[in-house]
């Protein structure tokens, strides 16, 4: 009402000696209400300005080149018989690159007896005897600014006095994980482990003989002309890696299924020495694993989840700093571990530059695109000096899934990509609820969006992760329709506690 009153103003208008009735021969005057126009300057939000800036731009492009390409076309057919016409056709179809889908996914959750506070994984590491006070006190300290809760998964052999670092211990934990997740993976498609035609595992630290995708071709009595991958020592990033070869097979082999597993095992890559750097993987790594279903067959495009659209891996290994980065070794004392360069952060923010760098010209808008790149050329004509222009992804995506590391990794990429809250809600959620579950780790985060029922028909996903090596990945999927919540979820039981807010 208050707005309505500001848009009205009054005037009193004289309308002279009244000549008839009783009022005759005095003045008259009347009030006269209108109604103003309202402050366009004032009312309209910035953002809708930009938007139409960037609207205007990208199909000013493409009405601009519609008319050329109508005419080369024309003038190419013009000039072919029919039967030419129809053989270039037929080779024009029979050649694309078929499309890519996601038919649907499954994170495993660990059971609950598996489940440790911050203050129960102190204690427990008290317990073993493996750790002296000074390093005991360092792991407490990172735990209570890493961003993780009180609900995250481990292994029983982590707290066990003997080495948990067996093969025994790690095959163990590999069937619990790769088969939970399978289960529910074959479940939730309704397919057969035998119309399963590739198969792609990915995990880091364990690699034994017979590898792990034998295990799994061995439980689920998979076809004898499959074709296994089984990718080991890549780090966090491997997941996206497995993915890139999965569609590499589906693209070379018409009518398929592909499976990829990714998982780590956190008992394998405990470590139970002094050094700093090499304690800190055992306060971020947690027990994880997902399995995705991908096809190519055309029959699937009605009941698949998302279609794959982009695969971009940048590896920065040539640089000695980028190698060294994260690097197994042993202590002085001869423990196995990861140690964790300090330059971590420094290192992997060279590593997303260059990743986004090749992304951009492929997702972000064409007005975006020609804004970066003026501002390249202004600063390179004019030296100009201050930070050089970000480009906006969110207006090339919908939904954002960072590989969940730390909260000091997702903090910095936040704040580099402008992102808000709600965009870096998934990972951080993840983190706090399941710990780093490495290379699986954006799946849980696509799971979070989808029990919150954000996944929308036409939706772009942003898969984001990096690792050891050291490597930068990314993946962009497109949402075939709305997502609604599925029945079995990770986050089925705690949903309601999230976001929750810190």
Same mark, same amino acid.
Request: net charge negative.
């Given at each position: 009402m208050a707005r309505e009153r500001d848009l009205l103003s009054t005037e009193i208008v004289n309308r002279g000696i009244e000549s008839s009735g009783p009022n005759a021969g005095s003045l008259t005057f009347s009030v006269r209400v209108r109604r103003r126009l309202p402050d366009f300057l004032q009312s309209v939000n910035l953002k809708y300005v930009r938007l139409g800036y960037h609207y205007l731009i990208n199909h000013a492009i493409y009405l601009a080149t519609i008319p050329v390409l109508v005419l080369v076309f024309s003038a190419e057919v013009g000039s072919l018989s029919r039967e030419e016409l129809w053989r270039k056709l037929s080779v024009y179809f029979m050649s694309r690159p078929r499309s890519i889908y996601l038919v649907d996914f499954a994170c495993y959750k660990p059971h609950d007896d598996l489940k440790v506070t911050k203050d129960q994984f102190?204690?427990?590491?008290?317990?073993?005897?493996?750790?002296?006070?000074?390093? !005991?006190?360092?792991?407490?300290?990172? !735990?209570?600014?890493?961003?993780?809760?009180?609900?995250?998964y481990i292994p029983k052999a982590i707290m066990a006095q003997e080495n948990c670092a067996t093969m025994k211990e790690g095959r163990a934990e590999a069937s619990t994980v790769m088969f939970g997740a399978l289960d529910e993976l074959f479940e939730k498609t309704r397919i057969r482990p035998k119309d399963v035609g590739v198969l792609v595992v990915n995990c880091s630290i364990f690699n034994p003989t017979p590898s792990l995708s034998a295990m799994i071709i061995n439980h689920y009595k998979m076809r004898g002309n499959i074709l296994s991958y089984n990718l080991g020592g890549m780090g966090c990033s491997a997941g996206i890696i497995a993915m890139d070869l999965a569609r590499d097979m589906l693209q070379a082999n018409p009518n398929s299924y592909a499976v990829v597993v990714s998982t780590e095992m956190v008992g394998y890559n405990w470590y139970s020495g002094k050094d700093r750097s090499m304690l800190i993987p055992n306060c971020f790594f947690r027990m994880g694993c997902s399995a995705i279903l991908m096809s190519n067959r055309r029959r699937d495009y009605t009941r698949s989840k998302y279609r794959l659209e982009h695969i971009v891996r940048t590896h920065k290994g040539a640089d000695d700093r980028s190698f060294r980065c994260i690097y197994q070794e042993e202590d002085e004392e001869k423990h196995k571990g990861l140690k964790v360069s300090k330059d971590l952060v420094e290192i992997g923010g060279e590593a997303l530059k260059a990743n986004i760098t090749t992304l951009g010209p492929l997702v972000l808008p064409f007005s975006e695109q020609l804004l970066f790149f003026a501002t390249l050329v202004w600063g390179y004509l004019f030296g100009r000096g201050g930070h050089p222009y970000i480009p906006d992804y969110k207006l090339a995506f919908e939904h954002f899934c960072v590989h969940a590391a730390s909260k000091t990794v997702l903090d910095e990429l936040q704040r580099n990509l402008e992102l808000s809250d709600e965009n870096v809600e998934a990972s951080r959620m993840t983190l706090h609820r399941f710990g780093n579950t490495s290379s699986s780790s954006i799946w849980y985060e696509l799971a979070y969006l989808e029990a919150k029922e954000k996944v929308r028909r036409g939706d772009r996903v942003w898969q984001l992760s990096f690792g050891s090596g050291f490597k930068c990945n990314s993946v962009v999927w497109k949402a075939m329709r709305r997502v609604k919540k599925p029945a079995r979820n990770p986050w089925l039981d705690c949903l309601d506690r999230y976001p929750f807010q810190a």
């Open positions: 102190i204690d427990m590491a008290r317990r073993t005897g493996k750790f002296d006070e000074a390093s !005991l006190e360092f792991q407490k300290r990172i !735990l209570h600014s890493s961003g993780i809760g009180d609900e995250t």
